[in-house]
């Protein structure tokens, strides 16, 4: 079983820089997919962004050139770190862990991103 908790979401002005964290209990695997996704209020949940074990990443565009992945892997936690943030920005951003051989997938209960223009 893993469970994901995030953390660092709060309230920005557009321009500026958030840092998510995402911490991962319980066994971690290689082939583990870690990842960003967020709902903005009536939308639908959607791709920020993904990181495997190696460190290969995939972005949404309209966070490309933004928003950066990491991993360390010794510590179990996903980072994502938020620049220049725009309002459409706004949303609960959600860490997943994917173990598609299995499939398993699990979410974590998000953390609030609010940018003010």
């Known amino acids: 079983q893993v469970q994901l908790v995030e953390s660092g979401g709060g309230l920005v002005q557009a321009g500026g820089s958030l840092r998510l964290s995402c911490a991962a209990s319980g066994s971690i695997l290689s082939i583990d997919v870690m990842g960003w996704y967020r709902q903005a209020p009536g939308k639908q949940r959607e791709l920020v962004a993904t990181i495997t074990s190696g460190g290969s990443t995939n972005y949404a565009d309209s966070v490309k050139g933004r928003f950066t992945i990491s991993r360390d892997n010794a510590k179990r936690t996903v980072y994502l770190q938020m620049n220049n943030l725009k309002p459409e920005d706004t949303a609960v951003y959600y860490c997943?862990?994917?173990?598609?051989?299995?499939?398993?997938?699990?979410w974590g209960k998000g953390t609030l991103v609010t940018v003010s223009s």
């Open positions: 997943n862990l994917q173990r598609e051989p299995y499939g398993l997938n699990y």
